[in-house]
C-alpha cells in the first residue's frame, strides 16, 4: 500500500506515465495499490470513480471525455489522517479500499 499526502498522490498519478502515453490504472497486469492520502476533516473531494485520472485517487475532469456518463464520486472526510482511497475501482465501498484489488475474477481497470 502506497502512503502519500495529497499533493505527492497528484505528482504520482501525474508521473506514473510517460508524456503522451495512455494512463490509468488498466495498462498495468497487477491490479493498483491503495492509495494512502491525508485527508483533512470537513474538506470536499472529488475521488474519481473512473479510472482515467491522472491524478488518482482524484478526479481531474478525465471521465468527461474518457468515461461519458461517470462521475466522480464526491465525498467529505470525516477526520483528519491518512486514508486507504481505492485505485483500482473495485472497491464496494467506495471511495475506501476494500481489499477487492485482490480478487482475480474482477473485471480490472477504467471504465468505457
Ligand atoms: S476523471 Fe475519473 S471520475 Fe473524473
Same mark, same amino acid.
Given at each position: 500500500?502506497?502512503?502519500?499526502?495529497?499533493?505527492?498522490?497528484?505528482?504520482?498519478?501525474?508521473?506514473?506515465?510517460?508524456?503522451?502515453?495512455?494512463?490509468?490504472?488498466?495498462?498495468?497486469?497487477?491490479?493498483?495499490?491503495?492509495?494512502?492520502?491525508?485527508?483533512? +476533516?470537513?474538506?470536499?473531494?472529488a475521488w474519481c470513480s *473512473?479510472?482515467?485520472?491522472?491524478?488518482? /485517487?482524484?478526479c @481531474? $475532469? #478525465?471521465h !468527461?471525455?474518457?468515461?461519458?456518463?461517470?462521475s466522480p464520486l464526491r465525498?467529505?472526510?470525516? +477526520?483528519?489522517?491518512?486514508?486507504?482511497?481505492?485505485? *483500482?475501482?473495485?472497491?464496494?465501498?467506495? /471511495?475506501?479500499? @476494500? $481489499? #477487492?484489488? !485482490?480478487?482475480?475474477?474482477?473485471?480490472?481497470?477504467?471504465?468505457?
Amino acid at each position: 500500500m502506497l502512503r502519500l499526502g495529497v499533493a505527492a498522490a497528484l505528482r504520482a498519478g501525474r508521473d506514473r506515465a510517460p508524456p503522451g502515453a495512455l494512463r490509468g490504472p488498466a495498462l498495468s497486469s497487477a491490479p493498483p495499490q491503495p492509495l494512502v492520502v491525508e485527508l483533512k +476533516a470537513g474538506k470536499k473531494y472529488a475521488w474519481c470513480s *473512473c479510472g482515467h485520472s491522472k491524478t488518482q /485517487p482524484f478526479c @481531474d $475532469g #478525465s471521465h !468527461r471525455t474518457a468515461a461519458p456518463g461517470v462521475s466522480p464520486l464526491r465525498f467529505t472526510a470525516e +477526520a483528519d489522517g491518512a486514508a486507504p482511497l481505492c485505485a *483500482c475501482k473495485r472497491t464496494r465501498s467506495p /471511495p475506501y479500499c @476494500d $481489499g #477487492s484489488h !485482490r480478487e482475480q475474477a474482477a473485471p480490472p481497470g477504467p471504465r468505457p
